[in-house]
């Protein structure tokens, strides 16, 4: 049972709580590189270098807040859950 735990979320003031998963899409035709979504993202999931898209370099860290997906001025950027395995 402790694996579970370890795998699908953490145990917290006797409760259970699920780990919630995301997958994060950049759409680099759309994509500007203006570099708002690493800027807003409150759990640096994004990395940028100049000129270029940004990476998305920690999917796991995405809490699934959307502020990259509202912010973007091009909408090119899209925030879906993940189901468990």
Request: hydrophobic share 40%; glycine share 4%; charged share 20%.
């Amino acid at each position: 049972m402790i694996y579970a735990i370890n795998i699908l979320g953490n145990l917290r003031n006797g409760r259970f709580i699920m780990k919630k998963q995301y997958t994060i899409s950049i759409n680099e035709k759309r994509c500007k590189k203006c570099g708002i979504c690493v800027a807003f993202c409150p759990k640096n999931v994004f990395e940028i270098n100049i000129n270029t898209v940004p990476r998305v370099t920690a999917p796991d860290a995405c809490i699934g807040c959307n502020w990259c997906y509202l912010r973007c001025p091009e909408i090119a950027i899209f925030v879906e859950k993940r189901e468990a395995v």
